[in-house]
């Protein structure tokens, strides 16, 4: 059995940021020096990334962040794996950390109450309460909370439009969820926004609940972004609920499409991954443009012109580049 040295980080702090661009450069730049991978968004509202690498390199990563005073109340959630779970580094300066078009709403002046998952299992099935899935339709049909109403919608910037949907459960306790609790925390404060008064979320999401209370009643697999795609939450009563999108086989295996211009995710089982080289039709497989199949169903995303050097060297900043990498591992 391959030895699990090294670690996945999931986390986000919604935190002001002057000057985002800068804050990316010098944060990339401790990233390389200390061969941590992943993908990492700045906002100037804050963090928010998914990352891995050494065990030992992964503490100085984190003792980094939380460093700066901005980010130090930041909550890791911490897997164990045997490799890196990415190709490669990837931090980028964005408007919002998770796109939703809700800029307006700032989680640290108002949001839904948080719930540590033992709250939210004695809570979740409640008469008077709703648990409300909010993210995309791909990641709930591979596993969801045993009756969590879920909504159709293709990204998470889709989900102001549902509101109609959701009027009804004005009286109701809301309890929303997400993989890591990012989603929820714009999600429940627009709910509150709009007029819902009793709402709530998840605290570290469908990964901490897993870890912390065993993921009871969690349906499936949570889906992941990075190259394991699916990951395990439900230690006590664990079910697979997606089916194959081929042949209609129950089946958990996430797969992305290899056919690029598609690149849909979805369950395909392991026979007909290698039938269809990973490609989830007929057109795809034949697709002039269609990627190696490994039998993994996991490519690495096309960095569109991204530069992970860029103002490392053209404007060096010595001071800058000198505090970024001599952080305390003690703080």
């Known amino acids: 059995?391959?030895?699990?040295?090294?670690?996945?980080?999931?986390?986000?702090?919604?935190?002001?940021?002057?000057d985002p661009e800068a804050y990316r450069e010098e944060h990339h730049l401790f990233c390389i020096q200390n061969n941590i991978r992943g993908r990492i968004i700045v906002s100037g509202e804050g963090l928010n990334g998914t990352v891995s690498g050494l065990k030992e390199d992964c503490e100085k990563y984190m003792a980094y962040v939380k460093s700066d005073p901005r980010f130090s109340k930041t909550e890791f959630k911490i897997d164990v794996h045997h490799s890196h779970a990415f190709a490669k580094i990837n931090v980028r300066a964005k408007e919002e950390i998770v796109h939703s078009g809700l800029r307006h709403l700032d989680p640290n002046i108002r949001t839904g109450k948080h719930l540590e998952p033992r709250e939210?299992?004695?809570?979740?099935?409640?008469?008077?309460?709703?648990?409300?899935?909010?993210?995309?339709?791909?990641?709930?049909?591979?596993?969801?909370?045993?009756n969590a109403l879920r909504l159709d919608i293709e990204n998470f910037r889709d989900f102001p439009e549902k509101l109609k949907e959701l009027e009804h459960l004005k009286g109701k306790k809301v309890l929303t969820y997400c993989t890591g609790g990012i989603k929820c925390e714009k999600a429940s404060a627009f709910l509150l926004e709009q007029g819902f008064e009793d709402v709530y979320q998840l605290h570290g999401g469908i990964i901490k609940y897993g870890m912390e209370v065993g993921g009871e009643d969690f349906e499936g697999k949570c889906y992941v972004f990075d190259n394991r795609l699916a990951v395990d939450v439900n230690k006590v009563n664990p079910t697979v609920v997606s089916e194959c999108y081929l042949c209609g086989t129950k089946s958990d295996r996430m797969v992305n499409c290899a056919n690029p211009t598609c690149n849909i995710h979805v369950p395909i089982c392991e026979s007909c991954g290698w039938e269809y080289e990973g490609a989830c039709s007929v057109d795809c497989k034949d697709h002039p443009e269609k990627r190696p199949y490994n039998g993994t169903g996991y490519y690495q995303k096309n960095a569109n012109g991204y530069n992970p050097y860029k103002g490392f060297y053209q404007k060096p900043n010595k001071d800058r580049i000198k505090s970024a990498l001599n952080v305390k591992t003690n703080s």
Do not use: P, Q, T, W
Request: some cysteine; charged content about 40%; glycine content about 2%.
């Open 1 to 18: 059995m391959e030895k699990e040295n090294y670690y996945i980080l999931l986390y986000y702090c919604y935190a002001h940021i002057e």
């Open 120 to 146: 939210f299992k004695e809570m979740k099935d409640r008469e008077d309460v709703v648990i409300l899935d909010v993210r995309s339709d791909y990641e709930h049909k591979l596993g969801h909370f045993k």
